[in-house]
């Protein structure tokens, strides 16, 4: 199923372009779209966080949906060709998508877990923040070691 999927994405580039710079171009504005896509369906996330009433907050998080399942199935599809690329941190980057996420969260605090619901916010923040900096400490460690993982498996396939 994920060739499918990825053979209808790189036939639908290969029919709408007529060279190899067109090509190029396309993957390019590809790339982009990647990039920002998980960032405005943060922002979507946030806005729904502090729109939908009390628990409904949680609702938001089927905003990240779409994203997830998409980086699942194409990151599945590049491990079968090449090895997980060990990318170092862009704090940049990161600094930008946490202002959403962040506001996510504590729209989901303020909603779902209410003072005067008799919930403690802060409980639900500090585990967040604690997930949060666990995510960023673990996944340089956990990417290098996909990618070893992967070139030992594709160095292995070579050899057979």
Known sequence: MINAIANYSLNEIERTTRDEF???????ASAIAITLIPFLEL??????????????????????????LGNTIGTAWMRQR??????????TAMAVYFIPLIAMFVGIA???????????????LLGTAVGAITVLILTP?????QHRRDQARLDAELED
């Open 22 to 28: 067109e090509r190029d171009t396309c993957l390019k």
């Open 43 to 68: 922002v979507v996330a946030a806005i729904l966080a502090w729109v939908l009433p009390g628990r409904m907050s949680m609702l938001c998080f089927l905003a990240l949906v779409p994203s997830i």
């Open 82 to 91: 090449v090895a997980t690329p060990p990318v170092g941190r862009n704090w």
């Open 110 to 124: 303020y909603n779902a877990y209410a003072p005067a619901d008799g919930h403690n916010p802060a409980s639900y």
């Open 141 to 145: 460690f956990i990417r290098r070691r």
